[in-house]
Each structure stands twice: as C-alpha cells, then as structure tokens.
C-alpha cells in the first residue's frame, strides 16, 4: 500500500499539521520551568497548556468539532457527534527533566471510534498518523511511509500510570511475574511514546494499567493500523471507554500478555 497527502481525509491532514506545530512549540521549550503540581507525583509545566492551545487553535481554525483537553478539559458531545481527544504532552515528568521521551497525542473519535490520529514523536523529532483502514504511516517531507509492528526487539514497556490500590497491586504482580519469566527486555519509558514506538517495530509489547484514550487512544490506533493486536487488560476489546491497554505487534505474544495479567490477578485473589 502506497499513499500520498491527498489521498488522506481533510481530518488527517488537520491532525497531523495540529501536531506538527504543537510538538515545534514543545521542542522550543518555553515555559518547561514553570512546574505545578496537579496532586501526587502529576505535574503540568506552561509548555504543556500553551501546546494544548496552539493545537486547540489549528482544530478549531480547521473544523468545527470540539476538542476534549488534558489540560484545559472539554465535554463529549452527549448527541454523539465527533470530537477531538488532545493530551498536549504525554510523559511530562520526562519533558520537565530534559528528557526527550515524551508524545503530543491527537485523535478524533466519530461513533465512539477513534477514526483519525497523529503522535509527535519527540525523540525522532516527527509525526506519525494512521486513519482506520488506511494504515499507519510516518508523515515524511515527500510521501509517507508506512510503519509495521514487530516482535523481534523481544522489548516489552509496562507502565503502572495512575493505577491505585487492587490495580496497583496488580501491575505489580505482573512486572514480578514478567521479570521472573526472563523472556523479554522489560522497560518504563513513562509515556504513552511507547505506542509509536510498537507502531514502528522498536518494541514488542506495551501493557498499561491505568490511562484513558485520552492519554492513549491515538497511539493505540497507530498500533492496529501498523498491524498489532490491542485489548483491555483482561483481554476485552480495547474501546475509547477502556481503561487500561494491552498492546502487542503479533497476535501469540499478546496471548502471552494478557495470560500473564490473568494469572497475576488471580494470585491476588
């Protein structure tokens, strides 16, 4: 499969340009020093609301859909109509740190689907986008090129997010088990990076405990147009009302994953 900017819908190029401009304004780094703490270990810098809103401002100069925020919120449409979700910076602990593992994330839900979405992928500096049915793909200076999952990096990232008590409990079980299974690479990059990171083949697995599709709806679609198979944590289809994700590049390792997230629930039990 080959495609070209015009073959992409008016949304999908939206997105990706939304994004292209809010991860120029993350990488510029203004305000990365104004901290404020949002309860716990959760922060938020000014880079982050100034991201959200430069890409609030690129939507809503480009459609009329209303944008659901991490930062300045939003309400989903009660008729159904379509809507954007729009985390500004996902691993802001990372960004605030001077470290470049972190994603602006942009994905459009239209019948409670996400339907379109665009990452910025800070370490590589560039975007990815995927549209439903049409593939994931990273949009290159000329024509885009495709992305595809793989196994072979034998990596897996596991992220606890804002997981509390039993779900906390229960990552926990499942990063002993994991270690203890010596199967793979285990590693934590604290963002959501890590879904276009699987898109592109870079890492085998990401299994998340506590995110919404806000913070990983994009990503997750990357990983099924790029050929990877998604669920929720006990092996249920993954939804834009899930709250955790199991991500693999091949069916037989996600069968792996969601095994070990079972088994680690029922020695809790």
Same mark, same amino acid.
């Given at each position: ?9 008016? +949304?999908?190029? %939206?997105?990706?340009e939304?994004v292209?401009?809010?991860l120029? *304004? ?15 270990? +959760? !922060? ?44 500004? !910076? ?6 605030a ?5 972190? $994603?602006?994330?942009?994905? =459009? ?15 590589? +500096?560039?975007?990815?986008? @995927? ?6 793909w990273v949009? $290159? ?5 495709? %992305?595809?999952?793989?196994? &072979?990096? #034998?990596?897996?990232?596991? #992220? ?9 409990? &229960? ?17 934590? %990059? ?20 506590? @995110?919404?599709?806000? *913070?990983?709806g @994009? ?25 955790? %994700? !199991? $991500?693999?590049?091949d069916?037989?390792? *996600? &069968?792996?994953?969601?095994? =070990?997230?079972? @088994?680690?629930?029922?020695?809790? $039990?």
């Amino acid at each position: 499969m080959t495609r070209t900017r015009d073959d992409l819908r008016a +949304d999908t190029r %939206l997105a990706i340009e939304a994004v292209r401009r809010g991860l120029e *304004h993350a990488r510029a780094g203004d305000g990365v020093e104004e901290v404020t703490s949002k309860g716990g270990r +959760d !922060i938020v810098t000014a880079t982050d609301v100034a991201v959200e809103d430069v890409i609030r401002r690129v939507v809503g100069e480009g459609s009329r859909r209303p944008v659901v925020g991490e930062e300045r919120g939003g309400d989903v449409p009660s008729d159904g109509s379509p809507y954007w979700l729009v985390d500004p !910076i996902c691993g802001t602990r990372n960004f605030a740190s001077g470290i470049p593992l972190y $994603a602006v994330n942009l994905a =459009l839900v239209e019948d409670g689907r996400i339907t379109a979405a665009a990452v910025g992928d800070a370490s590589r +500096d560039e975007v990815v986008f @995927a549209e439903r049915g049409g593939g994931a793909w990273v949009a $290159a200076d000329h024509e885009p090129r495709p %992305l595809a999952t793989g196994a &072979h990096s #034998q990596t897996i990232i596991v #992220q606890t997010g804002h997981a509390t008590g039993a779900r906390r409990e &229960h990552a926990a079980r499942f990063v002993d088990d994991v270690v203890r299974a010596d199967r793979w690479d285990v590693r934590n %990059l604290g963002s959501s990076l890590a879904l276009p990171y699987l898109a592109a083949g870079r890492v085998a697995g990401y299994v998340q405990f506590s @995110a919404s599709s806000l *913070h990983v709806g @994009a990503g997750a679609m990357l990983v099924a147009e790029a050929g990877g198979t998604i669920s929720e944590l006990g092996g249920g289809p993954w939804t834009v009302a899930s709250d955790s %994700l !199991i $991500a693999a590049a091949d069916p037989a390792l *996600h &069968h792996d994953l969601v095994e =070990l997230a079972r @088994a680690a629930a029922r020695e809790l $039990a």
